[in-house]
């Protein structure tokens, strides 16, 4: 078989027998990606986002995000800090961060990297995947 395509950089083999461009698979529920370069960012469930600030981001969590849904931070330079609004919390391994304003999720290198699955809607965040020493409060 073939599709009449030819193999490229932007071409893949498929199993059926055909050149063909690759299809995009989403990162963990994420299906868009946004570069951050300013301070600050609120997030939007199912984005990952780029924390490209020489300095750092401070990323703010949705005040609305239904049961389910992903948000991802991959950490390309500087710092990156997760800030929660009232009565929300991120539970991280067996921790769990201060509710509401008070807690945070950080990064410690650059290239730390984070998934995050909201568990109860609007409130509850958990970590299911971190690249790096991720601190908590």
């Not at 951050?36 to 703010?60: D, E, R």
Request: with cysteine; net charge negative.
């Amino acid at each position: 078989l073939d599709s009449g395509t030819a193999a490229s950089s932007a071409t893949v083999w498929r199993g059926d027998g055909a050149w063909a461009a690759p299809t995009a698979s989403p990162a963990a529920g994420v299906t868009s990606w946004s570069d951050v370069t300013g301070a600050s960012q609120t997030m939007v469930s199912s984005v990952g986002y780029f924390a490209n600030n020489a300095s750092a981001v401070a990323f703010t969590l949705p005040a609305t995000a239904a049961k389910f849904e992903f948000i991802q931070i991959t950490g390309i330079q500087g710092s990156w800090n997760i800030i929660q609004g009232s009565g929300q919390s991120i539970v991280f391994g067996n921790v769990t961060t201060t509710v509401g304003a008070g807690g945070s999720l950080a990064s410690t290198n650059a290239h730390d990297c984070l998934t995050l699955q909201c568990i109860v809607a609007n409130t509850t965040w958990q970590v299911v995947n971190a690249v790096g020493n991720i601190t908590y409060v």
